[in-house]
């Protein structure tokens, strides 16, 4: 440990520094003497809109028949996951979305905030149980008609009709539109024929293709009368009840993978498989008996992202998910670093805890800081979710905001998953590679999340689309003096910006210190005027390097974004950061408790500065900070995290995990036990007179 090496030999004096001299804050926010988050409240508030379905999720997956079995072979893992499919289907865990008359609950916001946790029991139960009720059956459910609903909803609830969702392709992931699969209509038979016409188009990653799955909604490009209407979903039987694959229908298990080892993922291809016309999933496109086609929405563009739209629960989940999974690793690695002892400096008083460190603060607590802002913000995703598919605010406008609202969050939770498992995996040093402590599983399961519901660089682009064309709405029809004065205005903005900034600099001196200046001059309005600001100025640059691409010929204008799509992608990330942000923010102006507000207000000022650290490069390359106040931020990070330090075990504490949910043996309380032993033997053998000399204390003499 770094921060061990370098501090000085004198002993602590104060009860606040342990042993060695190493600068700390108390243990816990008792011992601090000072605000307090009410752990019940923040619980609640953590949970959010739907936190008594939460609590019930969470209820049922206490039961140890729902736990993950760390090594457990694929095999039997996949067995086993199936049952537990069974259980929540015998629960009710799987009628949430689904309409009353077919059984359901029709509550499309608790089933979301259901299905999230159940990452804490097995990520491959959460992931097989979103397959088949996320994905096939909500693909006939939103997709479908009520015909189509009457035929296999029920089925699909009760789980006597397991499927797949038989979107992605080996050639195409992302890129649904270029699909290969076919479905040729025979207007004499009044079927379809579904096709995969190469090894490319074979449908490939799909839960419950190997060995479960008894049909699939397979995404195919419709062909009538010689015509191609673009990606369209269908109804179509897999297996007889035996389990054999029907005439037609092959397909392949995809084997072991790197993580998610209990969901039987395979390959499905078709060769001329026919099916009857009303198999076609017709909410948003038909064929009559004669093969003419008919759509409400008569833009094929905008009809195939309607189609897609209609399943963006998918993002919204994974957004969820990883966050409940993400607050698990932070649960444990908190709790064993508040606990695990290393280092006395040879002063040979006792060993130093973990979170006394420094650096240890500095790689656990902004991240808990983190998945704070990820659970507001998740919690205003599915609210928006619930209002759109529960029908009270469901229009066009709305479903674009969710849909770029979904791929601005999701990449960002998914990618910090990985990031913060892996650190908490480290922090938790050989323990946290014990597959019984689960840091290692969790990081395995979860690494495919960065992919699943499309690659999160390609969801970050669509937002980063989004941005460029709102920003053009600003101008559009804009006349040459409007367009001018705007220009003006925006360096006017930098110049007396920059100035700002500067004379805040200057103030340091004022204010004492440059952390006091750091304190009172990056406030949240401030923090939110630098996040902002960078989204803003990032838009706006790219699109004044796109300008000439409305001009050029399609080759030059896909030159010029590609040059400019990293840089896009960025700003869309740096989006995604600023909703987190406002969320959190949100959530701290909503809590009426004054010692709540004051430790969530300090948590959510470490998540705003650690963001413009990150980017202090960028701040200070665009003028938006003076070098002076920049220099200061990392400073009062530190701060902040030794301010936080006290109340770290309340603040991962208040995600509300029982034991059932955590199961990790070094965040039960175990590792105190051994620490306690240790220094009762070491302090028996100094007051027994027997406990051997020193070699350096003989050589001193």
């Known amino acids: ?109 608790a089933n979301l905030a259901g299905f999230m946790d159940l990452v804490l029991a097995d990520p491959s139960l959460q992931i097989k149980s979103g397959v088949q009720w996320g994905l096939f059956g909500s693909a006939i459910h939103q997709l479908g008609t009520k015909k189509h609903h009457d035929m296999w909803l029920r089925d699909v609830i009760s789980l006597d009709l397991p499927g797949a969702f038989a979107m992605t392709e080996t050639g195409h992931g992302s890129d649904v539109a270029a699909i290969g699969t076919t479905a040729t209509y025979d207007a004499d038979a009044e079927e379809f024929v579904i096709h995969t016409p190469f090894r490319g188009a074979w449908k490939d990653y799909l839960g419950n293709a190997a060995l479960h799955g008894r049909a699939a909604t397979v995404f195919a490009q419709l062909i009538t009368g010689g015509v191609n209407y673009g990606v369209h979903c269908f109804f179509v039987p897999l297996r007889d009840e035996n389990g054999a694959f029907l005439p037609g229908v092959g397909g392949e298990d995809d084997g072991a993978k790197g993580g998610l080892n209990g969901i039987d993922n395979g390959r499905l291809h078709f060769d001329h498989v026919r099916i009857p016309r009303e198999n076609l999933l017709n909410r948003y496109g038909d064929v009559a008996a004669d093969g003419s086609y008919s759509s409400e929405i008569p833009s094929p563009g905008r009809r195939f992202f309607t189609m897609l739209g209609a399943l963006v629960q998918g993002r919204v989940c994974l957004d969820g998910a990883s966050t409940t999974a993400t607050a698990l690793a932070l649960h444990i690695a908190v709790t064993y670093a508040n606990q695990r002892r290393q280092f006395d400096s040879g002063s040979g008083t006792d060993e130093v805890v973990l979170l006394d460190y420094g650096k240890h603060q500095r790689r656990l607590l902004p991240r808990v800081a983190q998945v704070y802002a990820q659970f507001f913000a998740n919690d205003e995703l599915v609210r928006k979710f619930d209002g759109i598919f529960g029908g009270t605010n469901d229009t066009s406008e709305e479903r674009e905001d969710l849909e770029t609202l979904a791929a601005a969050l999701k990449p960002l939770s998914t990618w910090n998953a990985l990031d913060t498992i892996q650190e908490c995996r480290e922090a938790c040093g050989g323990s946290g590679y014990l597959a019984e402590n689960r840091l290692v599983g969790l990081h395995q399961d979860l690494d495919v999340y960065a992919t699943f519901e499309g690659d999160n660089n390609v969801l970050l682009q669509l937002v980063g689309k989004r941005l460029l064309s709102d920003y053009a709405k600003q101008f559009r029809g804009a006349d040459a003096a409007k367009l001018a004065k705007y ?58 390097r796109m300008r000439p691409a409305a001009k050029a010929s399609p080759v030059e204008a896909a030159a010029i974004f590609n040059a400019n799509q990293s840089e896009l992608i960025e700003a869309a990330r740096a989006h995604g950061e600023l909703l987190q942000w406002e969320a959190f923010s949100d959530a701290v102006n909503a809590v009426d408790d004054e010692g709540t507000t004051q430790v969530l207000t300090w948590l959510r000022d470490l998540f705003g500065l650690t963001l413009i650290e990150k980017h202090l490069a960028w701040h200070l390359i665009n003028g938006r900070l003076s070098t002076q106040r920049a220099a200061t931020v990392t400073r009062y990070i530190d701060r902040l995290c030794l301010r936080l330090r006290p109340h770290a075990q309340d603040l991962v504490d208040a995600f509300g995990f029982e034991p059932e949910h955590v199961r990790a043996p070094i965040a039960s309380g175990a590792e105190r036990a051994r620490q306690d032993e240790a220094r009762e033997y070491y302090a028996a053998l100094a007051a027994s007179g027997e406990a051997p000399v020193s070699e350096k204390k003989l050589r001193k003499k």
Do not use: C
């Open 487 to 544: 220009a003006v205005g925006q360096t006017a903005g930098k110049v007396f910006h920059g100035a700002g900034l500067r004379q805040l600099g200057q103030a340091v001196a004022d204010f004492g210190s440059p952390a006091r200046s750091v304190e009172l001059g990056l406030r949240d309005e401030q923090q939110h005027e630098l996040l902002a600001g960078r989204v803003e100025q990032m838009i706006s640059d790219i699109a004044g």
């Open 1 to 109: 440990m770094t921060d061990a090496a370098v501090r000085p030999k004198k002993p602590a004096t104060d009860k606040r520094t342990p042993a060695g001299g190493a600068p700390t804050a108390a243990h816990s926010a008792e011992e601090a003497h000072e605000a307090r988050i009410r752990i019940p409240a923040v619980t609640d508030l953590l949970l959010g809109t739907w936190a008594d379905t939460r609590r019930e999720a969470r209820q049922l997956i206490k039961d140890p028949a729902f736990w993950r079995i760390e090594g457990q072979p694929m095999a039997e893992h996949r067995e086993r996951v199936l049952g537990q499919l069974r259980l929540l289907a015998e629960n009710g865990g799987s009628r949430r979305a689904f309409p009353k008359e077919y059984g359901g609950l029709g509550d499309n916001g």
